[in-house]
């Protein structure tokens, strides 16, 4: 009896001796592998990123992180139901702004703050969408998106057209394309989110300033419906009638087919939207949205994604080593030449672009005072009402002061 127990004891012993697996399984390698997960709102960049993350794999060769995106618009229900469930990712990609403070607040997003780099290798700027109001860091940022209008360089050649410096000469050139039978714009309505984002959103610094004084109107002491913002209104009243046939119903899917098969001429859009016209039969470009006449020209460089770690995460030593990677020259260059093209770093670090597209949206900063969109560091309960306001301004449905007054009376 004592041989037996002594050799069920050596037995256990052995087993124990065996390195233990991220699913709990045994194997006799020398080291334990790691499977993290990551969620995110970029269903459409699985291919890019699991690249990215293969690339990762060879810096951390035990460490396995698989790309489980969702689709956008049910990311936020779908995460929080996760993290409420504690079957939450590893890691995960975090809104900026108040979304994000809310499931740091929440206990789900951890404290980043002392990842190596984070605070030293990012600008002030671009550091703060991700920051709560203590200066406690919950995600490391990841990649920016920029607004401009696209256009078909041949046409312009072909009509003798130059880019408009001001808002007033932008609507001369819809005004001539239209005349020689064009359709100058490819911007619709369908889908709402896409004109107040793209559109109205990425020419309202024209108008009422940079975050100088986006902060003004976040704090109540420029009203959303002063004549700055009157005139953005206006803004959009007038280049409706340059937008497609029908562009009530004109979808976003549409408007991307229409400047692809030069159908129109100029497309208000996101740079996200980029790889979209890299097979395009026809030279294309991109410029900035002007602003009007004696006021200068602002471009929207939205701080669009960062990714943070669960705070309940099973492995946070490797989960906190991937955000730290994603902190340095390497790591930020090796995801700058992964992601889809339109999306870009935002470390300090000058990172040169393989894609001559994507080096021509970031040409656009370079003199200009840049910021994130309008209502996302503190206005986000407007962003449904200025959609509708943009949308019936556009129809016709309202005046440009009747749509500013509207918003104006839901600021709290």
């Avoid at 291919?47 to 794999?57: G, R, V």
């Avoid at 920051?131 to 920029?146: E, I, L, T």
């Avoid at 229409?258 to 410029?287: C, E, H, P, R």
């Avoid at 004696?294 to 989960?319: L, Q, R, W, Y």
Wanted: charged content about 20%; hydrophobic content about 45%.
């Amino acid at each position: 009896m004592k041989k037996l127990t002594a050799f069920v004891c050596m037995l256990v012993l052995a087993a124990a001796a065996l390195p233990v697996f991220a699913n709990g399984t045994k194997d006799s390698g020398k080291t334990d592998k790691v499977v993290l997960t990551m969620g995110s709102w970029r269903a459409d960049d699985v291919a890019q990123m699991n690249k990215l993350l293969a690339e990762y794999k060879k810096v951390a060769p035990n460490v396995e992180i698989q790309f489980k995106p969702t689709n956008p618009s049910d990311y936020n229900a779908t995460l929080r139901l996760q993290l409420d469930s504690g079957t939450g990712p590893d890691l995960m990609y975090a809104r900026s702004y108040a979304t994000g403070q809310e499931l740091f607040n929440a206990g789900y997003f951890a404290d980043c703050t002392d990842i190596p780099g984070l605070m030293t290798n990012f600008t002030a700027s671009n550091l703060a969408p991700w920051q709560m109001p203590n200066g406690k860091m919950f995600a490391v940022p990841f990649a920016a998106v920029s607004h401009a209008v696209y256009y078909n360089k041949d046409i312009f050649k072909k009509e003798g057209l130059a880019i408009p410096a001001t808002w007033e000469e932008f609507l001369a050139v819809c005004d001539t394309l239209q005349k020689k039978g064009y359709t100058p714009l490819a911007n619709g309505l369908a889908d709402e989110w896409d004109i107040l984002e793209c559109f109205f959103l990425g020419l309202v610094p024209n108008y009422v300033g940079g975050a100088s004084e986006r902060v003004k109107y976040e704090a109540g002491s420029k009203k959303l419906n002063d004549a700055n913002f009157v005139a953005a209104y206006q803004a959009m009243a007038d280049v409706a009638k340059y937008c497609p046939k029908g562009f009530e119903a004109v979808t976003y899917n549409d408007s991307q087919v229409l400047f692809n098969t030069q159908k129109a001429v100029m497309f208000i859009d996101g740079s996200w939207t980029a790889g979209v016209y890299a097979d395009a039969t026809f030279n294309w470009g991109v410029f900035a949205v002007p602003a009007p006449a004696g006021k200068k020209t602002a471009v929207t460089f939205h701080p669009d994604m960062a990714i943070t770690m669960n705070a309940h995460s099973k492995h946070p030593a490797e989960a906190k080593a991937f955000l730290a990677w994603l902190c340095t020259k390497e790591g930020a260059t090796t995801a700058s030449q992964n992601l889809p093209v339109g999306y870009f770093p935002m470390i300090n670090f000058p990172i040169q672009l393989s894609d001559p597209h994507a080096n021509e949206f970031l040409a656009l900063n370079q003199g200009k005072e840049t910021d994130a969109r309008f209502v996302w560091p503190a206005l986000m309960d407007l962003y449904a009402p200025m959609n509708q306001a943009v949308i019936a301004v556009m129809k016709g449905q309202q005046t440009p002061k009747q749509a500013a007054d509207a918003v104006a009376a839901l600021k709290k």
